[in-house]
Nanobody, 120 residues
Framework: QVQLVESGGGLVQAGGSLRLSCAAS????????MGWYRQAPGKQRELVAT???????NYVDSVKGRFTISRDNAKNTVYLQMNSLKPEDTAVYYC??????????????WGQGTQVTVSS
């Protein structure tokens, strides 16, 4: 088990920046990947970014070049740096931890989410 606690959300004007943090209750090094998802009102939850244990990253097209995922294993923390924010980035952002269990199923832990609101 791991507890994931997000912070850093808030209200920002379009074009501004925010950095989200996700503090894990124990080591994140053991997970296959860490990620960030978001869910806007009335929309399905979508994957924003992931980072594998080896450091490979993946981003949804709409945030490429603007968002950067990073991790500090020593601090058991994952970050999402968000620049050039747009109103359409408004959503609740969730931190996730992923691993493959002994039956080869992908398992996921979720944080409680942090609200990001971008005003135009």
């Amino acid at each position: 088990q791991v507890q994931l606690v997000e912070s850093g959300g808030g209200l920002v004007q379009a074009g501004g920046s925010l950095r989200l943090s996700c503090a894990a209750s124990n080591s994140i090094f053991r997970f296959n990947a860490m990620g960030w998802y978001r869910q806007a009102p009335g929309k399905q939850r979508e994957l924003v970014a992931t980072m594998s244990s080896g450091g490979s990253t993946n981003y949804v097209d709409s945030v490429k070049g603007r968002f950067t995922i990073s991790r500090d294993n020593a601090k058991n923390t994952v970050y999402l740096q968000m620049n050039s924010l747009k109103p359409e980035d408004t959503a609740v952002y969730y931190c996730t931890a992923h691993w493959v269990d002994s039956n080869s199923y992908l398992q996921t832990y979720w944080g409680q989410g942090t609200q990001v609101t971008v005003s135009s």
